[in-house]
Structure formats: structure tokens, C-alpha cells
């Protein structure tokens, strides 16, 4: 199966990347994935451009960092691990005693072994990560005393830029399904590259079928990309996106959840809880809305309402690695992200073939013009016709035919040859 060899790509090739919002290991991820679908087109947005209320930051590189004690052993080494330094640290070179030093750690107390993924991407800092075990060896080993050399070469660029790649599979029609995960996290596995792994999967599943409709498959940094990509397309998205899904922590085995849209009425949402069924998946888990915490909250923002749905296996922020050294492959594993595919692959073929009329007409047509209603109002013809009438009703392009079927308690195949009819008649869109 295909998506073995991406789950390969991400383990040997993208876990090792230091990520951020910016900089070469976004670059370089997306130049990964880009030799395995040409077609993708990698873009990007320059830094200090306004979004809406927010500014794209400077594009940060780094190539080192790390903390040297007195006896010239480097106690802490980006190179041995690139959660070790916070996300946009500032460069600094210098001589420091422990108790600077330990005001620029971070750990977990609760999580004594794992090393903890930090940022500071508004706020000029820097600092380092590393598990609570080792803070209390340094903490016991070294007195108040003793110097340490801190080194972190980085590099904050205002004219760089934010990077993002974008694949566009064309349908028959224009209206679009869109696929968001996101690319901007060092060396974690189910919070960062299991989206991107089953996304990967998506696109080679997807791209030499016929499509009823469009798909559009991005990656993107999480929060700013989001924004940045919506500030650019929001007309187009507006016009087009009919539903979709964001796409993360979904390469675990021990459960299956989602999260509807804000108002949990979308087509995504339907289409995903069918999925679920037609998998024969019973113990999955639906989260609120208000648990959001990823692009779903850009999506569904208000003037955006694109009414798109999160997927995952188990959800970012409910398991104990999250965030931390202990997110990586003994975490994410093939099954787990099959299942994951799985999944989305269902729900966006569910909305592939989905149809939600929407009538032309305002108040009730007339059908008599068209030889839907007798011209003679005879008692017992007019049941013959209350199909039509009910269908119309609930034919605002929000309900689909499943939904309508549902809704005016006809048989599903009635439905479809009543659609048919009144879209022959010109009386839908």
C-alpha cells in the first residue's frame, strides 16, 4: 500500500527536520513531498505581511545550538535533539552563571523524561527544553558558583518568508473539498507528520480518479498559515468550498475522534459520522467545538464559516506525549495511520457524491407551467405532487438528498428521481 512508503518518507526523511513556522525545514519538508507529487506547488507569504489582526513573522533558521559546563561538555545539544532549544530563540553567545542559566530551562515535572516542545513566536527569548531528570542531575551536579557557555546560532530574517505547498485536484466541478494539515513542528510524529503522512496518502489515492468535485490539498504552518492562506483566498473559499477537513494527530491506535463545525450541522460533519458507520467503527469519540485548539478555529471563524470538520485518532492535547519528546514512532505506527486514512478517505467520498439542491425560485414555483401540477385542483392528484412541493422545501442547499430523504420520509431512490426531474426543469442549482 501506498501509504507505507510515506509513513517511511516521514519517519527516515521528515522526523529529523527542525521545523517552524519558517525557514529551511519547512522548505525542506515541502521539497520532500514535492518529489513525490511534482504537481504540488510550494508558495509562500513574505514576512511582516498584515493578515487580518495578525503579521507574519521573521523567518527564523538555526544551525546550533547549546550549553557547555565547566569542564567543556556540552550538557544540552540542539544537534542531539532539536526539541532542546525553544522554538525562535535569539542568537546569544555567551558566558552565563546557573542561575540565568536555570531561569532558561523548561521541563515537566509531571513527565520526568520527556523533553518538552516550547515557542516564543512574539516575544523576543530564548531558553532551552530538556526533561525533568536531567534538570536535577544539573541542579545537584553543578553549584551556584559555575559558569556555563551558552551558544545558539539563529538568525530572525524580516525580509524571509513563510512557506506553504498547495495541490489542487481537479473535479468536474468547481466546488471544492478542502484537506488542511499543517508543517511547522520539529521532531514530533502524531501531532505534526501523521497529518501530513495521511494527507500524502489522500493525494496519491485520489489523483488518478474521476471527481465529481475539486479537491485542494494544503500544508501549511498551523495558526498563521491558516490565516495567511484564508486572507489570501477567502473569496475563492467563500464561493467554493463546500466542506473539508483539518487533518492532524491521526497516526496513533488508540482511538478514533473528531470534532464537528461550530454549529455541528455541516456537511463534513455528516459525511465523517457516515464514514464511521459504513467502517463499522463504533467507539469513536466526538469532541465540542469549544475543545478546538487547531486550524478548525480559523476555518470556522466568524466571516469565514468555510464549516470545515477536524478528524483525528487520538486528539492533540488527550495524550500523554503530546508536545513532547515521547510524540515519535513507537507513538505513530502504519496500522494507526491506515486507520486514520481510512477515514477521511470515506467521509471525503461521501461529500464527493453528495448532492445539495438548492432552488432557484423564490416562494413556490409554478409547476403547473412546467406539467408538474395538474391544472385542475382534483382532491386526490394533488398527493401525487407533494413530493415535489416537499422536496422544494428543504432544497435551500444545505440539506443533501440523504438529509432530505430523512426529513419528508420518502424512499432515497424517489428523492433522486425528484431531484432529477425538477433539476431537468431548471428549477435547481
Known sequence: MSLKKYYNIAKIKLFPITRSLTGNGVKKTLNIIQKEFPKLKIKKFKSGTKVFDWNIPEEWNVTDAYVVDKYNNKIIDFKKNNLHLVGYSIPIKKNITKKELFKNLYFLKNQPKAIPYITSYYKRIWGFCISYNDYKIFDKQYSSSDKFEVVINSSLNRRGNLNYGELILKGKSKKEILISTFICHPSMANNELSGPIVSMGLMNYFM??????????????ETIGSISYIN???????????????????????????????????????????????????????YPFLKRGSDERQYNSPGIDLKISSIFRTKYSEYPEYHTSLDNFNLVSLKGC????????????????????????????????????????????????????????YADGTNSLEKISSLIKLDLKLVKKINGTLDKNKLLK
Do not use: W
Not at 474521476?210 to 479537491?215: A, E, G, I, V
Not at 439542491?357 to 407551467?369: D, R, T, V, W
Open 208 to 221: 488518478n480518479k474521476k471527481l465529481n468535485k475539486t479537491l485542494r490539498f494544503i500544508f501549511i504552518p
Open 232 to 286: 489570501k483566498n477567502i473569496k475563492h473559499l467563500k464561493e467554493n468550498v463546500i466542506g473539508g477537513y483539518n487533518i492532524s494527530c491521526i497516526g496513533d491506535e488508540r482511538q478514533h475522534s473528531c470534532m464537528f463545525s461550530k454549529y455541528q450541522n455541516s456537511p463534513s460533519d455528516e459525511a465523517v459520522i457516515e464514514a464511521y458507520k459504513l467502517l463499522n467503527i463504533k467507539n469513536y469519540k466526538v
Open 338 to 393: 491506515v486507520g486514520g486514512f481510512n477515514v477521511v478517505r470515506k467521509s471525503i467520498e461521501i461529500l464527493l457524491k453528495r448532492i445539495y439542491p438548492n432552488c432557484k425560485i423564490m416562494c413556490e414555483p409554478q409547476m403547473s407551467k412546467r406539467g408538474l401540477y395538474p391544472t385542475l385542483s382534483l382532491k386526490n392528484k394533488k398527493k401525487s405532487i407533494r413530493g415535489y412541493m416537499d422536496f422544494l422545501q
